[in-house]
């Protein structure tokens, strides 16, 4: 295993700051809490979405899908405000926190999250599960280390729902190394969740890849866009996080390193 | 190492005599008599209460039973925790026996992980073995380990098999000659006095002018409120596994395992088994807390 200092503590406050810059500019929500002791802290983002089995009107889509669906994040409007177009079943909100803490031990970023109902009742690692995508599902099931677990915070000391984060460094040691070569400036937060968030319901706006990116004369990433096969399945679910790979952030490398790499064809994006 | 072999065998095979009740809100069809059992300090609670389980069920309908869960005055206990921590975090200055409230219902799902299968046991104590292999060696030995031997150290705790578990556990515990010591020591302080649950964090044994770190250091750096023994890191952990060092909020905020050497020294495990040795049958055991537990105390 590579020597991996250069992702310390230190920067990873610094990436979750940037991140959180433009968080604000786009009001997506996220923010940093201190420990009580002030040592260390962690990046956190609360929320809310649908879960049903039906469609929600939103931006025109309305396929069904088993996968949870965002809301408009400001829940400012009362619950009965939300347009439902077709309701089999009864919706129900859920409330998701995300957080994002420092392991010394493995020197990368994890991924905490827990779900529940408004009632305070908490989701299940099954009702978890159902609301992961099946193409993640099938790599997260190979590994036992690579799966979701329930596991205490280091901080707060409560159950939540992890990411185990020893494969981290392997997928991402190829995205920095590749925008070392090509020379772009990789916020490593926003590259880490980008990839691990959408497995569990947790999306970046494209607006961060752009933000990231500090060279953005350079066409040499947006021109290999390429069409997808479409009988490919998991293509549809990966379109949105192909944009992020063929922007100057990512490097189409890294989806060969991804820890859903054994589902794709690789030769796709080269 | 050898020489520590006397402390490896008392660290693992410590007890802990505990006295199981049944919450007195439970359904029962008849009453619930207590059950009393010896705790292994370095095991897991949920690994090693089947029996109270059953004992406890015997006496309950099967509609009234659901996920099993222990508390210790109002404190759900957490089951991922080392028994032997939990005990010196909660209940080292108080009598024996341990006085441990079992429950079937109403789990505390904001405070306890939940432990459907002995599976979620496994993953979590091998998920502990491999961070501190990360910490020690960068995963190296614990990656170049067949399945069989991580295997054989799941068993090893499970089925109480000291032998077992270090043929394996050893291969963990070294490092190369040329290097003085692990490259980062892996260590959690446990306190009731704090928020957050424990204090991890990277420390070299051995700093930049090549002194060996002592276990003082590592309190002064990480956690200045407590006091510690001048005793060298690398002694410390060639035979301490990571989790054993519990700072209860009592008394003098040393590790427990460590309290007898403040009036006995360094060379206690010699002592120690000598006194064992000499020890006569039939001794009466007091019931003094922090005592270390010999094989007279198994007839309890």
């Given at each position: 295993?590579?020597?991996?200092?250069?992702?310390?503590?230190?920067?990873?406050?610094?990436?979750?700051?940037?991140?959180?810059?433009?968080?604000?500019?786009?009001?997506?929500?996220?923010?940093?809490?201190?420990?009580?002791?002030?040592?260390?802290?962690?990046?956190?983002?609360?929320?809310?979405?649908?879960?049903?089995?039906?469609?929600?009107?939103?931006?025109?889509?309305?396929?069904?899908?088993?996968?949870?669906?965002?809301?408009?994040?400001?829940?400012?409007?009362?619950?009965?405000?939300?347009?439902?177009?077709?309701?089999?079943?009864?919706?129900?909100?859920?409330?998701?926190?995300?957080?994002?803490?420092?392991?010394?031990?493995?020197?990368?970023?994890?991924?905490?999250?827990?779900?529940?109902?408004?009632?305070?009742?908490?989701?299940?690692?099954?009702?978890?599960?159902?609301?992961?995508?099946?193409?993640?599902?099938?790599?997260?099931?190979?590994?036992?280390?690579?799966?979701?677990?329930?596991?205490?915070?280091?901080?707060?000391?409560?159950?939540?729902?992890?990411?185990?984060?020893?494969?981290?460094?392997?997928?991402?040691?190829?995205?920095?190394?590749?925008?070392?070569?090509?020379?772009?400036?990789?916020?490593?937060?926003?590259?880490?969740?980008?990839?691990?968030?959408?497995?569990?319901?947790?999306?970046?706006?494209?607006?961060?890849?752009?933000?990231?990116?500090?060279?953005?004369?350079?066409?040499?990433?947006?021109?290999?866009?390429?069409?997808?096969?479409?009988?490919?399945?998991?293509?549809?679910?990966?379109?949105?996080?192909?944009?992020?790979?063929?922007?100057?952030?990512?490097?189409?490398?890294?989806?060969?390193?991804?820890?859903?790499?054994?589902?794709?064809?690789?030769?796709?994006?080269? | 190492?050898?020489?520590?072999?006397?402390?490896?065998?008392?660290?693992?095979?410590?007890?802990?005599?505990?006295?199981?009740?049944l919450y007195q809100d439970e359904i029962t069809?008849?009453?619930a008599?207590?059950?009393?059992?010896?705790?292994?300090?370095?095991?897991?609670?949920?690994?090693?209460?089947?029996?109270?389980?059953?004992?406890f069920?015997?006496?309950m309908?099967?509609?009234d039973?659901?996920?099993?869960?222990?508390?210790?005055?109002?404190?759900?206990?957490?089951?991922?925790?080392?028994?032997?921590?939990?005990?010196?975090?909660?209940?080292?200055?108080?009598?024996?026996?341990?006085?441990?409230?079992?429950h079937f219902k109403?789990?505390?799902?904001?405070?306890?992980?939940?432990?459907?299968?002995?599976?979620?046991?496994?993953?979590?104590?091998?998920?502990?073995?491999?961070?501190?292999?990360?910490?020690?060696?960068?995963?190296?030995?614990?990656?170049?380990?067949?399945?069989?031997?991580?295997?054989?150290?799941?068993?090893?705790?499970?089925?109480?098999?000291?032998?077992?578990?270090?043929?394996?556990?050893?291969?963990?515990?070294?490092?190369?000659?040329?290097?003085?010591?692990?490259?980062?020591?892996?260590?959690?302080?446990?306190?009731?006095?704090?928020?957050?649950?424990?204090?991890?964090?990277?420390?070299?044994?051995?700093?930049?002018?090549?002194?060996?770190?002592?276990?003082?250091?590592?309190?002064?750096?990480?956690?200045?409120?407590?006091?510690?023994?001048?005793?060298?890191?690398?002694?410390?952990?060639?035979?301490?596994?990571?989790?054993?060092?519990?700072?209860?909020?009592?008394?003098?905020?040393?590790?427990?395992?460590?309290?007898?050497?403040?009036?006995?020294?360094?060379?206690?495990?010699?002592?120690?088994?000598?006194?064992?040795?000499?020890?006569?049958?039939?001794?009466?055991?007091?019931?003094?807390?922090?005592?270390?537990?010999?094989?007279?105390?198994?007839?309890?």
């Open positions: 295993m590579e020597e991996n200092e250069f992702f310390g503590e230190k920067t990873f406050q610094h990436y979750c700051a940037e991140f959180i810059k433009h968080s604000q500019k786009i009001g997506d929500g996220w923010e940093w809490r201190a420990s009580k002791d002030c040592s260390d802290g962690y990046m956190c983002k609360t929320h809310f979405q649908v879960k049903n089995g039906t469609a929600v009107s939103h931006q025109g889509t309305s396929a069904h899908v088993q996968t949870f669906l965002p809301v408009e994040e400001a829940l400012d409007p009362p619950l009965d405000d939300l347009e439902v177009t077709e309701t089999t079943t009864a919706a129900e909100v859920i409330k998701y926190e995300y957080h994002v803490l420092y392991s010394c031990s493995y020197q990368v970023p994890v991924l905490y999250f827990r779900a529940s109902f408004l009632d305070g009742r908490p989701l299940a690692l099954k009702d978890i599960w159902e609301g992961v995508h099946e193409c993640y599902k099938m790599r997260l099931l190979q590994g036992p280390w690579d799966t979701i677990t329930q596991q205490e915070h280091p901080i707060l000391g409560q159950p939540f729902f992890v990411l185990h984060p020893c494969k981290t460094s392997e997928f991402m040691t190829p995205v920095l190394k590749n925008s070392q070569k090509i020379n772009r400036n990789v916020n490593y937060i926003t590259s880490w969740l980008s990839m691990v968030g959408p497995a569990v319901g947790l999306n970046l706006p494209l607006s961060y890849a752009t933000a990231a990116s500090q060279d953005e004369g350079n066409v040499g990433g947006q021109g290999k866009k390429r069409s997808l096969c479409s009988t490919f399945p998991v293509a549809k679910i990966l379109e949105p996080l192909l944009h992020l790979a063929m922007s100057p952030l990512l490097a189409p490398a890294f989806i060969k390193s991804a820890f859903i790499s054994d589902r794709l064809d690789t030769d796709l994006f080269v | 190492m050898t020489d520590d072999k006397d402390v490896l065998r008392d660290v693992w095979f410590g007890r802990i005599p505990t006295c199981f009740t069809e008849r009453e008599e207590p059950y009393y059992l010896l705790l292994p300090r370095v095991s897991y609670l949920t690994l090693v209460t089947d029996k109270v389980k059953k004992h069920q015997k006496v309908r099967q509609e039973i659901s996920e099993i869960w222990f508390e210790y005055e109002g404190t759900p206990l957490k089951w991922h925790y080392p028994i032997g921590l939990l005990f010196d975090l909660l209940a080292s200055s108080s009598a024996l026996p341990w006085n441990i409230t079992v109403s789990f505390p799902e904001k405070d306890l992980l939940h432990c459907p299968s002995k599976d979620v046991i496994e993953a979590h104590f091998m998920s502990c073995v491999k961070e501190a292999d990360a910490l020690k060696h960068k995963s190296q030995v614990i990656n170049e380990m067949q399945k069989k031997d991580h295997k054989q150290l799941w068993m090893g705790l499970q089925n109480d098999r000291f032998d077992q578990f270090w043929a394996i556990n050893r291969k963990l515990m070294e490092y190369p000659a040329e290097e003085n010591g692990f490259r980062y020591i892996p260590f959690r302080i446990y306190q009731t006095t704090t928020e957050r649950p424990f204090i991890q964090k990277l420390f070299r044994p051995v700093s930049t002018d090549g002194q060996l770190h002592t276990l003082g250091d590592l309190l002064k750096e990480v956690c200045p409120s407590a006091v510690a023994p001048e005793v060298p890191m690398p002694e410390v952990c060639s035979w301490l596994p990571t989790w054993l060092l519990a700072s209860s909020a009592e008394g003098s905020h040393l590790p427990s395992l460590w309290r007898d050497w403040e009036e006995d020294g360094p060379r206690l495990s010699q002592q120690g088994a000598e006194n064992r040795r000499n020890q006569s049958p039939g001794t009466e055991t007091r019931a003094v807390p922090k005592r270390r537990f010999t094989e007279e105390d198994r007839r309890f």
